[in-house]
């Protein structure tokens, strides 16, 4: 979402303006346009592994207490909300096992160590995944093994494992210590179909995720055939009539079909998603080559995705663009013709572990191809969550190019199209912003929320907040050279579904004169820490220009830089840079040195209890701009109410010495003639 740290005051100034001008308002029908076209918040699914199978991604390692686990999980799902992502696929069966409460089958080796055993201090972890992910915005995907019975690196096979249990089912890798469901047994399709719907009935979910693992890879029996001749030859002497090969092939589409059926009879609103591996078969596109998960895994993802057998599709495509035979959008253009019922694609990818800014190039490029060939409803999943937290180069590519705007996950119009209700909105002045306020009309249905703000002519922006967000602030000035004023605000509901509500912008009018003060903040201009020097308490108005002929080729904030790099060395040695506040040619408000701290001057009188107002250029020999003016006359009214001075005390450098002619003819007649100090007196009514 857009970075909220920008929509906060930046100085604060809260107690700006009086009680009365800070009451809310809200919408009354004469005061809304309600807009039924479609919003300009972006839509795009955002997603990560997050892998438990040997650690991979969480926990860390084994063994970890409760409160490290959640603090843990916690670390990942803020990292994916901070990178405007809006799914997480969170695996909770690597091997028969689970990573949450069950009656069918063990808790896993990978949470304590010995498979079997509860987390101590108990909790559920993917009750506590769930309810953390949607309070960040984050749809939860439950990613579940539904064949692998034990892993060579799962510990030791205990009485509580699925291979002691159910021995008739699984049947023994030549690998190490694998184990493996026999796909073509109804007792396997029975019992992976429980533990699937006993998730989906309990747990309050986005989605069930299956990745690529159906028959094993051939490396995991020694690239022997896969060991069912039991099972075969039990089909072959019922009269079967399928070739091996498709009778395993027949054995993953019965299940992956009724899985899918039973999934949507039981919660509609439950996405099903598969990952498959990223080709189809070689050949297919003409230029593909390489491994034939067809004949290999007896995975007829083809099948599956003209079916319609998912609502969404992410084939792991792994491969670089250029890459011959294997090339990203080649392989994904030929998933995007193969889908004939327009459900989600949003492909997986994954080019490597390295930091180079090649790979960042690779991955922002690849995500930018996914937009262009997927128009309607793009999206991806990265492989895997620790790979994108262990490359600080990719992160920052990936926050500071395609996904610096927050979004809204897709619409997925075949499950639903139930538009919510709009909450009802009030607002009120606070300092330089407008602090906007919704309460939902079905808060248990409403899952995310969009403040969307119009600056003058400027289009639409949006901010994208979550469940538990009831307000936000809003600049009242554009936050560009434009300075446009807060035009109107409109907040939507979004549901889990990513439904929006209509959305009804409310003008704002009468905006009070200082809400339009905004002060740059020291590190925008990148000040240099001050060295220690005497406090105060500012109590009189003392207005500077800073002497120096300056125009609009001329960088303010680095200028403000020089000086206060020249005022700390050897020339003057002063603690920071002598003013309290500056005001650019263009009007623009800059914080100097702390008010609390004592103002540093080259003549003779004593600032102790000054306020120092500093204008930038030369104002005894250039005009001053009426930007520059008025925003001289909003810092004192805003300085004179927070600080409690009074106007009474507004004067100027040379009203206290006799050696300047600061702050130059063409600023001071301003203060001779009074319209300065009228000005301010009208601002503060």
Request: aromatic share 12%; charged share 20%; hydrophobic share 35%.
């Amino acid at each position: 979402m857009v970075n909220r740290l920008l929509l906060l005051i930046t100085i604060a100034a809260v107690s700006l303006l009086p009680a009365c001008s800070s009451s809310k308002k809200s919408v009354q029908s004469n005061n809304v346009n309600t807009e039924t076209p479609a919003t300009p918040v972006q839509r795009e699914f955002r997603a990560a592994w997050v892998a438990t199978v040997a650690n991979i991604d969480w926990p860390s390692k084994r063994g970890l207490s409760t409160a490290e686990q959640q603090a843990e999980a916690i670390a990942l799902l803020d990292f994916l909300k901070a990178h405007h992502f809006n799914a997480v696929v969170f695996q909770v069966r690597p091997q028969a096992d689970a990573l949450y409460q069950s009656s069918l089958e063990p808790w896993s080796y990978y949470l304590t160590g010995e498979q079997g055993k509860a987390p101590s201090p108990y909790y559920d972890p993917l009750q506590f995944w769930t309810e953390e992910a949607h309070n960040r915005g984050l749809e939860m995907h439950v990613w579940l093994n539904p064949y692998r019975a034990h892993h060579t690196v799962g510990g030791p096979v205990t009485d509580s494992s699925i291979v002691k249990r159910k021995p008739e089912l699984v049947l023994k890798l030549k690998d190490g210590n694998y184990w493996w469901f026999d796909p073509a047994l109804q007792g396997t399709k029975d019992h992976s179909t429980a533990v699937v719907m006993d998730i989906v009935k309990r747990y309050d979910i986005d989605g069930v995720h299956f990745d690529d693992y159906f028959y094993p890879y051939p490396d995991y029996n020694k690239f022997e055939d896969f060991p069912d001749g039991n099972s075969w030859q039990a089909y072959v002497n019922s009269g079967g009539k399928l070739s091996r090969g498709d009778w395993r092939r027949e054995a993953v589409n019965s299940f992956i079909e009724n899985l899918y059926k039973k999934i949507k009879a039981e919660k509609k609103n439950v996405k099903f998603g598969l990952s498959p591996f990223g080709m189809y078969r070689p050949g297919q596109p003409a230029s593909a080559e390489g491994f034939d998960q067809y004949e290999q895994l007896y995975a007829d993802a083809k099948l599956w995705w003209n079916k319609g057998w998912v609502d969404y599709f992410a084939p792991q495509l792994y491969w670089t663009i250029t890459r011959n035979g294997l090339s990203f959008p080649v392989l994904l253009g030929w998933w995007a013709r193969e889908n004939q019922h327009q459900r989600h694609l949003w492909p997986g990818m994954s080019v490597g572990r390295d930091t180079s800014a090649a790979n960042t190039r690779e991955i922002q490029n690849q995500i930018m191809i996914t937009r262009g060939m997927v128009p309607d409803a793009p999206g991806t999943i990265h492989w895997n969550i620790s790979s994108l937290r262990r490359n600080p180069p990719l992160a920052q590519g990936i926050i500071e190019g395609p996904y610096k705007k927050d979004a809204l996950a897709p619409t997925t119009p075949w499950l639903s199209n139930a538009t919510p209700e709009a909450p009802a909105v009030t607002y009120s002045f606070a300092g330089d912003s407008l602090q906007v306020n919704w309460k939902p009309e079905n808060a248990a249905e409403d899952f995310r929320f969009v403040v969307y703000f119009q600056h003058g002519n400027r289009k639409k922006d949006y901010v994208i907040l979550n469940r538990n967000d009831r307000s936000v602030r809003i600049p009242v000035t554009a936050d560009d050279k434009s300075k446009s004023a807060l035009k109107a605000i409109g907040v939507t509901s979004v549901t889990r579904m990513g439904n929006e509500s209509k959305l009804i912008m409310i003008p704002i009018t009468n905006i009070p004169p200082l809400a339009s003060l905004k002060i740059v903040p020291r590190a925008e201009w990148k000040a240099a820490e001050p060295k220690p020097f005497k406090q105060q308490t500012p109590v009189r108005i003392t207005i500077h220009h800073e002497g120096t002929r300056f125009d609009s080729t001329k960088d303010a904030a680095q200028h403000i830089k020089n000086v206060q790099t020249w005022g700390m060395g050897t020339d003057r040695n002063w603690a920071d840079i002598p003013y309290h506040f500056l005001i650019g040619r263009d009007g623009t408000i800059y914080e100097g040195r702390s008010v609390y701290t004592t103002g540093e001057t080259a003549t003779e009188y004593d600032p102790t209890g000054h306020l120092l107002i500093s204008c930038l250029g030369n104002l005894e020999e250039q005009e001053l701009p009426a930007q520059q003016l008025e925003a001289l006359e909003k810092l004192i009214a805003w300085a004179c109410r927070k600080y409690n001075i009074s106007p009474d005390t507004i004067a100027s450098h040379k009203d206290y010495s006799r050696q300047t002619d600061c702050p130059g003819k063409n600023l001071y007649i301003h203060l001779q003639d009074g319209s300065l100090k009228t000005k301010v007196l009208s601002l503060l009514r």
